[in-house]
């Protein structure tokens, strides 16, 4: 069965650092998102990306953040400073069209962002 | 605000017990719901779409009720490769965003 892959699967940096998270989302799929978990907390969603440009984002996604698909396959979230706030685990996600019922959202398994 | 709201459990049954979670939401125009599991420090997992008019899947059955803006799930016949934590999810209308509950934990006992 096709999966999201997401690299690395651990990521410890200092505060300050720029990160840069990696994503192969499902080739055929057309929709990519980015979703972060703080330890204990619920899944949050960042941002959403279609036809090579943003389609959604949340109020957690500020100007510290930014997405690109640099290649055909892929999907790519950055964090310019990191703040130990942003210490959590990043989901990458993609679905074939609209997340709906008939369109679910297939997760990566994550990325742990240590930030000291 | 949009808000997804789940007993956070835990849930501890035996073997075979059936086992009903409970999620309300709050945003009235929402358009999809889904149920997720999530394995400890893993990814979430899609477990099944719920539609309205209720939705069966093996041993996992989802409801929906749109006007209590609530969602259901019952599992019948508990294995121990249950337990987990259960999200209620919902979509809204016209957005791309998923907003989550923080989770059912749920533990089968042997």
């Known amino acids: 069965e096709p999966e999201v892959t997401q690299t690395p699967s651990h990521q410890v940096t200092q505060m300050g650092q720029e990160v840069i998270l990696r994503c192969v989302p499902i080739s055929n799929h057309l929709y990519f998102y980015w979703y972060r978990q703080i330890l204990g907390q619920k899944v949050e969603f960042l941002v959403s990306f279609y036809n090579n440009e943003i389609s959604e984002k949340s109020e957690i996604f500020d100007d510290q953040f930014s997405v690109e698909r640099p290649d055909g396959s892929n999907f790519t979230l950055k964090i310019r400073s990191t703040k130990l706030e942003d210490s959590a685990m990043y989901f990458c996600?993609?679905?074939?069209?609209?997340?709906?019922?008939?369109?679910?959202?297939?997760f990566g398994n994550g990325t742990r962002l240590t930030v000291t | 605000r949009k808000e997804v709201e789940q007993d956070p459990g835990p849930f501890n049954v035996p073997e075979g017990a059936t086992v009903a979670f409970n999620c309300t939401y709050s945003n009235s125009a929402s358009q999809s719901f889904f149920w997720y599991r999530q394995d400890c420090r893993k990814e979430p997992k899609l477990l099944m779409s719920v539609y309205s008019s209720g939705n069966e899947d093996g041993r996992f059955t989802a409801q929906l009720n749109r006007a209590s803006q609530y969602i259901s799930l019952l599992i019948r016949d508990s294995k121990l490769s249950d337990s987990a934590t259960y999200l209620c999810?919902?979509?809204?209308?016209?957005?791309?965003?998923?907003?989550f509950g923080k989770g059912t934990k749920l533990s089968v006992i042997p």
């Open positions: 999810v919902v979509s809204g209308a016209g957005s791309y965003q998923l907003t």
């Open positions: 996600a993609s679905s074939e069209a609209r997340g709906d019922a008939m369109s679910p959202l297939h």
